[in-house]
């Protein structure tokens, strides 16, 4: 199982480059923009030389860094058979998968090309490496807040200890 959840991960990769190709190849010279509904999606091209929200702008070794020591930490993890759940080694995937494609960004473009603009919330310009990254940080945390049951059943002994029920 852990090597289809990196396979996927790799395809992640594949179709996060390929997104990104076609809004380099389509975006990126005098149309910048097309409107998909306007005024509420839009592919937008946008090179973002930060993190999310473009925060750390200017930072590049910094990010290639701590975005390489988390990806190999979450492969690492799923490797040697750390992870018992398979909603968190999928979740773990998600990460890998969306954080390599940024990554690659970094690396050989010196900056992340986003292109997804939904204009009726008035957000950032993202990409689908994104999405990955935000849906598994989401799944991780409900992970840990609703489906961890060793961390639960942590919880429930230590409110009953506080409550004085003993079992």
């Given amino acids: 199982m852990k090597y289809i959840a990196l396979a996927c991960s790799a395809l992640i990769v594949g179709l996060d480059q390929l997104f990104k190709y076609l809004a380099i190849t389509y975006l ?10 306007q005024d509420v999606f839009h592919l937008t091209y ?10 750390l702008e200017g930072k ?7 975005t390489s020591l988390i990806l190999i930490a979450g492969i690492l993890l799923i490797l040697m058979n750390k992870i018992d759940s398979k909603f968190l080694m999928w979740s773990i995937a ?3 998968g969306g954080g390599i494609g940024n990554l690659v960004d970094r690396i050989f473009r010196g900056f992340v090309v986003d292109y997804l603009d939904f204009r009726i919330i008035d957000f ?3 990409n689908f490496a994104d999405c990955c990254v935000v849906i598994g940080t989401g799944l991780i ?3 840990v807040l609703f489906l961890d049951r060793k961390n639960n059943s942590d919880d429930i002994k230590i409110k009953k200890e506080i409550s004085g029920v003993h079992e």
């Fill in 124 to 126: 950032a310009v993202f």
């Fill in 60 to 66: 590049k070794i910094f990010l290639i860094g701590l």
């Fill in 141 to 143: 945390m409900i992970y």
């Fill in 46 to 55: 946008i090179e973002n030389r930060g993190a999310a929200f473009s925060i």
């Fill in 28 to 37: 990126s010279n005098d149309l910048l923009t097309f409107p998909i509904i």
């Fill in 94 to 96: 998600l990460i890998i």
